[in-house]
């Protein structure tokens, strides 16, 4: 059993910085891929970012490639997501989750954080 818990969101404008942290519970946290998914109002959720267990492999949407790095420390069992250059469009409820499947499918990932809000105003 994992748990998750993200922090890091906010309120911020346009053009601002946000980083988000994923803290995991358990001595397992290095044996996953670990994922960060947002969803906004009324869409479905979408991938965003994933990164391998050993950090060898980063994965990015288009919509935040150049923009967004995901890092992770396994002596810390915490993943990030620093995001540079927010725009509006980026303003939803980001998960942060852990699997061992396809990084881009939610379905795929067996434990997920509550979710942390991150509003970016123009």
């Known amino acids: 059993q994992v748990q998750l818990v993200e922090s890091g969101g906010g309120l911020v404008q346009a053009g601002d910085s946000l980083r988000l942290s994923c803290v995991a519970s358990g001595r397992t946290f290095g044996r996953y891929n670990m994922g960060w998914f947002r969803q906004a109002p009324g869409t479905e959720r979408e991938f965003v970012s994933a990164i391998s267990m050993s950090a060898g492999f980063a994965y990015y949407a288009d919509s935040v490639k150049g923009r967004f790095t995901i890092s992770r420390d396994n002596t810390k069992n915490t993943v990030y997501l620093q995001m540079n250059r927010l725009k509006p469009e980026d303003t939803a409820v980001y998960y942060c989750?852990?699997?061992?499947?396809?990084?881009?499918?939610?379905?795929?990932?067996?434990?997920w954080g509550q979710g942390t809000q991150v509003t970016v105003s123009s």
């Open positions: 989750a852990a699997g061992s499947g396809i990084y881009y499918r939610p379905d795929t990932y067996a434990y």
